[in-house]
Nanobody, 120 residues
Framework: QVQLVESGGGLVQPGGSLRLSCAAS????????MGWYRQAPGKERELVANILNSGSTNYADSVKGRFTISRDNAKNTIDLRMNSLKPEDTAVYYC??????????????WGQGTLVTVSS
């Protein structure tokens, strides 16, 4: 069984910063991509940022230049540093990992979600 445990999030004023962290645990061979998605009320879940085990990153256009994702492959963790937060960043943020269980065996794992609220 593979689990993702998220931490961080909370209430912050516009222009402020937050950091989200996610740690993967359990039995697996390796992790391909890890990343963060978010879902705002009434909207579909969308990719915020992800990072491959090579270090290659992808960001949503709406967060480029403000958010930074990083990864520690040895610890199977990722961080998302969010700066210059805007009210439209308010959402539940979900950690995601594509876990390799064996040859030709992949598993898409999700965290429980953490709420980020940007409001004055």
């Amino acid at each position: 069984q593979v689990q993702l445990v998220e931490s961080g999030g909370g209430l912050v004023q516009p222009g402020g910063s937050l950091r989200l962290s996610c740690a993967a645990s359990g039995s697996f061979f390796s992790i391909n991509a890890m990343g963060w998605y978010r879902q705002a009320p009434g909207k579909e879940r969308e990719l915020v940022a992800n990072i491959l085990n090579s270090g290659s990153t992808n960001y949503a256009d709406s967060v480029k230049g403000r958010f930074t994702i990083s990864r520690d492959n040895a610890k199977n963790t990722i961080d998302l540093r969010m700066n210059s937060l805007k009210p439209e960043d308010t959402a539940v943020y979900y950690c995601n990992a594509v876990v390799v269980l064996g040859v030709y065996r992949r598993l898409d794992v999700w965290g429980q979600g953490t709420l980020v609220t940007v409001s004055s």
